[in-house]
């Protein structure tokens, strides 16, 4: 049953159970996502697993005082990185460092546990892919299949598998990024009519530069085919199943109270940095999000995430639990070569790429005051991940330094042709 949305700024709500033993033990023995038979095995086949890892295997640049190690803790000594970096061979850590403060103003540091605002999680397409596996969603059906409002054209020609590829040839109105959300509710309505003013400015299915984007769209075809919140929907079926107790969608007022959520420091033009949470009058200067800041929403885009619950969240994709294995196939496979100016290819739930004769599926971005990204390699079984609460670090040549750790690859190279 959906929980009751909330309408004021105080206090917290059953989002911080996610945290608790209960989760944890529940986690551990969760069936098969939805009743469904789990027929993903981990390891075999090129996949995460756990098996025992033989030294060897380990390169150098990975470990600690290694390379990567090294390239870190000296952006971290300029100030040019604050957050955590987590490196996992077949669910095992291999490299965990954190640097600089969660709460500046309490004087907390952040560590491993920390939770930061993630860009470009996987959760939106993931949901809709489960929904898929259940037969509550067809991918090839046209949005108006579950919602209303939309112009015809619309409703009648863009499908779930554009929403998802980002190729709906839809075009949205700039977002008020000035105001400020009060409540769960007021945010959920204005993204509901946000998305009714959306225009088809090209034909469903083009690549190349034509727009696009349709999560807003997507959240609301999960929310319309279960009754909940997309919210309350990705913490049932997949933090919770993928035992990521400290990941949630919190709310602001989560945001100021919970130690464990690292709050976002966005840079500003003079090169000083602000607490995005305390100081909802205040933008990033960051170029591409100039004018923003994430903390006006109530629930901020993109919720929050720890560095091992990522890598908790890497494994379950692949040994069952939040898909049955050619349902995860369906999710990560490529669909056609990235058309959005990046190398690599694209899939529904990431950027793949090929790397050193081997798959990397990955994500990265920034929000205003936090910069974030995580790769997963499925045929070698590692997972990198980069948790930042600054906005304006060097993330692509952090990327390319944990890329080279990993598969040797020098700064640049991969992506086979995408």
């Known amino acids: 049953m959906a929980r009751e949305l909330r309408t004021d700024d105080g206090g917290s709500d059953r989002r911080s159970l996610l945290r608790g033993a209960a989760v944890v033990a529940g986690a551990a023995v969760a069936a098969p996502l939805l009743g469904e038979a789990a027929t993903a095995q981990a390891g075999g086949g090129g996949r995460l697993g756990h098996a025992d890892t033989a030294p060897g ?8 005082g290694g390379a990567y190690d090294r390239y870190i803790a000296k952006l971290a000594a300029e100030d040019k990185f604050s957050g955590v970096v987590l490196l996992s061979h077949r669910g095992r850590t291999v490299l965990s460092r954190s640097y600089g403060m969660a ?44 919602l209303t409002g939309f112009a015809k054209e619309i409703a009648e020609q863009v499908r779930v598998h554009h929403l998802l590829m980002g190729t709906s040839g839809l075009s949205f109105p700039e977002h008020d990024h000035q105001r400020i959300f009060h409540s769960e509710q007021e945010q959920h309505e204005y993204y509901r009519q946000y998305t009714r003013q959306a225009k088809l400015v090209a034909s469903p299915g083009a690549g190349s530069d034509k727009p696009g984007w349709g ?32 990941s949630a969608y919190y709310t602001r007022p989560q945001w100021l109270a919970d130690e464990h959520i690292a709050h976002s420091y966005m840079k500003q033009a003079d090169g000083s940095r602000v607490d995005a949470v305390r100081n909802l009058d205040k933008d990033t200067s960051s170029p591409g999000i100039a004018g923003q800041n994430n903390a006006r929403n109530f629930v901020p885009d993109g919720g929050f995430v720890t560095a091992p619950d990522m890598v908790r969240f890497a494994e379950a994709l692949y040994d069952g639990t939040v898909l049955a294995r050619v349902w995860a196939d369906v999710f990560t496979s490529v669909k056609a070569p990235n058309f959005r100016g990046s190398p690599g290819f694209s899939t529904y739930g990431s950027t793949a790429h090929i790397v050193e004769g081997q798959w990397e599926l990955a994500r990265s971005g920034t929000y205003p005051g936090s910069s974030t990204h995580w790769s997963i390699y499925p045929d070698t079984g590692w997972v990198g991940v980069v948790l ?24 640049g190279d991969g992506d086979g042709g995408g």
């Open 103 to 146: 709460d500046k103003e309490k004087g907390i540091r952040n560590h491993e546990g920390a939770a930061f605002n993630l860009y470009g999680g996987p959760f939106v397409s993931l949901s809709i892919v489960q929904l898929a596996q259940r037969g509550k969603v067809k991918l090839w059906d046209t949005v108006g299949t579950y």
């Open 388 to 411: 930042s609460n600054y906005d304006g670090v060097p993330m692509q040549e952090i990327i390319g330094q944990q890329r080279q750790a990993i598969t040797g690859a020098s700064p």
């Open 215 to 246: 999560a807003d769209i997507t959240v609301q075809i999960v929310e319309a085919v279960t009754g909940m919140t997309f919210w309350d929907y990705v913490h049932e079926h997949i933090f919770e199943r993928c035992g990521m107790t400290g």
């Open 57 to 64: 295997q380990i390169p150098p640049d990975t470990r600690p």
